[in-house]
């Protein structure tokens, strides 16, 4: 499998996630070409061998061991032309806010703390402070049963913190964004991120937030009336800045996360009777 980028095998996965799980798979391949990318999934196919993409391992809970192929995204093209932004899948959101700001575009302010790459913001529809990936988003190029496609964003199912797009490999997406002033924009940036840290647990390694927001509420509202701020189970804690968040405050595995977020799930039904729906994926 060597043709098709590098392989490492029995790669530890610890800096491929943003929980910082020390977790293992049997074979890591780094893929930089869009047609190497193609080429590899039909081999992995036609071997059936068991395989997922990984972006920067935000919003991803990792098993302790992936008996399968992890496939590493290193797409990072990125042109901008006017006020149309062609970009690689694995070009950082957080990255592309700040590279927009600096050619004066306006519309991705929102992504500037988003720890995600373009390619997992696009599956996920992820957001936060008020916009969404799909906001300015116009098209993407994917990879789709084993040939490379283009959609057109009314061609694509999506709502909030979802897309039809969980079958589809994200190779590039295209933003269309608006002139702006460069000093405003900067300075929204800087009240976003401000922000952030005031609400946010940003000390301790985390995937961001846990649980969809319930129609009309929050959820962090809902785990923090159950007094589970600070709750612990081995090295995983629900974060007390921010309640939809759990850190891996102490080595914590994988199954401290999914038996804290079970946990989380049964007291906020039994409490309210609404049944969390999780953000995060678990592998």
């Given at each position: 499998?060597?043709?098709?980028?590098?392989?490492?095998?029995?790669?530890?996965?610890?800096?491929?996630?943003?929980?910082?799980?020390?977790?293992?798979?049997?074979?890591?391949?780094e893929v930089d070409d869009y047609n190497?990318?193609?080429?590899?999934?039909?081999?992995?196919?036609?071997?059936?061998?068991?395989?997922?993409?990984?972006?920067?391992?935000?919003?991803?809970?990792?098993?302790?061991?992936?008996?399968?192929?992890?496939?590493?995204?290193?797409?990072?093209?990125?042109?901008?032309?006017?006020?149309?932004?062609?970009?690689?899948?694995?070009?950082?959101?957080?990255?592309?806010?700040?590279?927009?700001?600096?050619?004066?575009?306006?519309?991705?302010?929102?992504?500037?703390?988003?720890?995600?790459?373009?390619?997992?913001?696009?599956?996920?529809?992820?957001?936060?402070?008020?916009?969404?990936?799909?906001?300015?988003?116009?098209?993407?190029?994917?990879?789709?049963?084993?040939?490379i496609i283009t959609l057109n964003k009314?061609?694509?199912?999506?709502?909030?913190?979802?897309?039809?797009?969980?079958?589809?490999?994200?190779?590039?997406?295209?933003?269309?964004?608006?002139?702006?002033?460069?000093?405003?924009?900067?300075?929204?940036?800087?009240?976003?991120?401000?922000?952030?840290?005031?609400?946010?647990?940003?000390?301790?390694?985390?995937?961001?937030?846990?649980?969809?927001?319930?129609?009309?509420?929050?959820?962090?509202?809902?785990?923090?009336?159950?007094?589970?701020?600070?709750?612990?189970?081995?090295?995983?804690?629900?974060?007390?800045?921010?309640?939809?968040?759990?850190?891996?405050?102490?080595?914590?595995?994988?199954?401290?996360?999914?038996?804290?977020?079970?946990?989380?799930?049964?007291?906020?039904?039994?409490?309210?009777?609404?049944?969390?729906?999780?953000?995060?994926?678990?592998?």
């Amino acid at each position: 499998m060597k043709k098709y980028g590098k392989v490492i095998k029995d790669a530890n996965l610890k800096n491929y996630n943003t929980y910082k799980l020390d977790v293992k798979c049997k074979y890591l391949i780094e893929v930089d070409d869009y047609n190497s990318l193609k080429e590899l999934i039909n081999h992995l196919k036609e071997k059936e061998i068991k395989y997922f993409i990984i972006g920067n391992g935000s919003n991803l809970i990792l098993p302790l061991y992936y008996d399968g192929v992890v496939i590493k995204l290193k797409l990072s093209d990125i042109s901008i032309k006017d006020n149309i932004v062609e970009v690689g899948s694995s070009y950082m959101m957080g990255k592309l806010a700040f590279d927009s700001v600096k050619h004066s575009l306006k519309g991705l302010e929102w992504a500037s703390s988003l720890p995600a790459t373009v390619g997992g913001a696009v599956i996920n529809n992820a957001g936060c402070f008020g916009g969404e990936t799909f906001d300015s988003l116009v098209k993407i190029d994917c990879l789709y049963n084993g040939e490379i496609i283009t959609l057109n964003k009314k061609d694509i199912d999506y709502g909030y913190r979802y897309t039809n797009l969980k079958d589809y490999i994200i190779l590039k997406a295209y933003f269309k964004l608006e002139k702006g002033n460069k000093e405003e924009l900067i300075k929204t940036i800087k009240e976003i991120n401000d922000k952030r840290k005031k609400s946010q647990a940003i000390i301790y390694p985390s995937a961001g937030s846990v649980f969809k927001n319930p129609e009309g509420d929050y959820a962090g509202r809902l785990i923090q009336e159950c007094g589970l701020k600070e709750k612990k189970i081995g090295g995983a804690m629900v974060s007390s800045e921010h309640a939809n968040f759990i850190i891996n405050y102490n080595n914590a595995s994988t199954d401290d996360i999914i038996n804290l977020i079970n946990l989380i799930k049964e007291e906020v039904l039994k409490k309210f009777n609404i049944d969390l729906v999780l953000e995060q994926e678990i592998k």
